[in-house]
């Protein structure tokens, strides 16, 4: 079943068609409950969840929209077996769709300027006991290069420090930093939108580190031009489907510690001396849906870490061997890459674990297997690595590579050590003839 999707709320009714919506009637509060809720039906398959009654927000709130292959199968109108390929598609540049100028806005509707700027207005979440209190996390931020005009969609964790000012963490390779840096004066205020409750097309576009902008990508997915418009204080394009949008100036040099926050390695990290944004303008349909993505869960890597990196990886393995297959588990985080392959030389799984690693910074450890091994079951896995890795030969390591700097074991520029590991069968080295295999049966045969 395909449904036409143009903004959230045609997401949200698709993944109800599809079964993949949980709707909560019960109230919940945006401190700790909310993120518990949706972290649990998360890491029970259920689906993404709509929170109709929250306490301390006068709107719903949406979370989990894109945190799996079934779900973003959904949002990109495709089946879960073909997300990867179809992701492929969309980052091709040449299939790029340019965004479409209107003048109105749904976000039009209702407007906060000057002095009557509140950020207590907005449902702001606390989400983890370990964060350092509440933060915008499901928002997309719109930037403009000042330089050749394009824009730029991403992510940054952004807390809330007072009335009209967040902290706003932006690491150092972003195109954020590298925009307002290309400046002649870098600490002059640079403007700034953050978009929030928006077709999941743009979601998962702003997820991606690409030389162009984004809403072009986000315009393959859907095959049409997204419908964008001048902010009222800034001079930038913002979708115009979206549900919320704030508007503000970055100071590059006017800087305050933000966060622990809950981060995509499974850590709160550490609070960062980060550039503060002043709001100039919060605006919102009529009856809003408000979004978050639950920090360091599963939303969180999978928009970041996964949907954008897998075609990535796979054209840099393919290179390589055109039949190998990979995956990236969303329980490492970013950092573990997995290749399938069928092994013809005993070279070859060291080389595609260099490849891969190669393909993106944050891909530091690599695990090579056998056609034989299930790659999306951790056990195997493991079994793999226990039962067909001898550490003095197979697996090798590179100091100081280049790679994330929140990567708890690089150093605050990301410098860390990769690691590769052949996990094949080497049946050269010693042969234990095939593996121990019992065909699946269907309980409810058997069972009473």
């Known amino acids: 079943m395909v449904t036409e999707i143009k903004d959230l709320r045609d997401f949200i009714s698709a993944l109800d068609s599809h079964g993949q919506l949980v709707k909560i009637e019960k109230p919940v509060s945006i401190e700790y409950e909310l993120a518990d809720v949706g972290a649990s039906l998360a890491r029970d398959g259920k689906g993404a969840c709509l929170f109709e009654n929250v306490t301390g927000s006068p709107w719903p709130v949406f979370c989990g929209g894109v945190a799996s292959h079934d779900r973003a199968a959904v949002a990109l109108g495709c089946d879960p077996s073909?997300?990867?390929?179809?992701?492929?598609?969309?980052?091709?540049?040449s299939n790029g769709v340019e965004p479409v100028q209107v003048d109105r806005a749904s976000w039009h509707d209702n407007n906060l300027s000057e002095k009557d700027i509140d950020l207590d207005e907005l449902p702001i979440l606390t989400h983890s006991r370990g964060d350092s209190g509440p933060f915008i996390t499901g928002a997309v931020t719109i930037a403009k290069d000042p330089v050749s005009g394009r824009g730029n969609l991403s992510y940054n964790r952004m807390s809330k420090l007072g009335k009209n000012i967040l902290g706003f963490n932006v690491n150092e390779w972003r195109d954020v930093g590298t925009f307002w840096k290309s400046r002649e004066n870098p600490d002059d205020p640079f403007?700034?939108?953050l978009?929030?409750?928006?077709?999941?097309?743009?979601?998962?576009?702003?997820?991606?580190k690409t030389n162009v902008d984004e809403l072009l990508i986000a315009g393959a997915i859907r095959n049409r031009g997204t419908e964008v418009c001048k902010g009222l204080t800034v001079d930038i394009d913002i979708p115009a489907s979206a549900e919320i949008v704030v508007e503000g100036f970055l100071h590059p040099a006017k800087r305050e510690p933000e966060g622990p926050l809950a981060e995509f390695h499974g850590y709160h990290g550490e609070a960062w001396n980060s550039p503060t944004?002043?709001?100039?303008?919060?605006?919102?349909?009529?009856?809003?849906?408000?979004q978050t993505i639950i920090p360091g869960w599963y939303e969180h890597i999978y928009i970041g870490n996964i949907l954008p990196r897998e075609p990535?990886?796979?054209n840099y393995v393919r290179h390589l061997d055109p039949s190998a297959e990979v995956y990236i588990p969303p329980y490492g985080n970013g950092f573990l890459?997995?290749?399938?392959?069928?092994?013809?030389?005993?070279?070859t799984p060291k080389n595609l674990a260099m490849a891969a690693m190669a393909a993106h910074i944050n891909i530091r450890n690599v695990v090579v297997v056998d056609r034989d091994i299930d790659i999306f079951q951790p056990s195997e896995l493991h079994w793999a690595i226990t039962?067909?890795?001898?550490?003095?030969?197979?697996?090798?390591?590179?100091?100081l590579a280049q790679g994330h700097e929140m990567d708890p074991t690089a150093d605050q520029r990301g410098i860390s050590t990769k690691v590769g590991i052949d996990a094949t069968y080497k049946r050269e080295r010693r042969e234990y003839g095939s593996r121990v295999a019992y065909p699946a049966v269907n309980l409810n045969n058997y069972l009473s």
């Open 387 to 399: 039962n067909r890795v001898s550490w003095e030969e197979d697996v090798f390591s590179v100091p």
């Open 337 to 347: 890459a997995v290749i399938q392959i069928e092994r013809d030389n005993p070279g």
């Open 277 to 290: 944004l002043e709001v100039s303008s919060i605006s919102w349909s009529d009856n809003p849906i408000f």
């Open 191 to 193: 403007p700034i939108a």
């Open 82 to 93: 073909e997300v990867t390929d179809t992701m492929a598609k969309v980052l091709d540049p």
């Open 312 to 314: 990535l990886l796979r």
């Open 195 to 208: 978009a929030m409750g928006l077709d999941p097309a743009i979601m998962i576009a702003a997820g991606i």
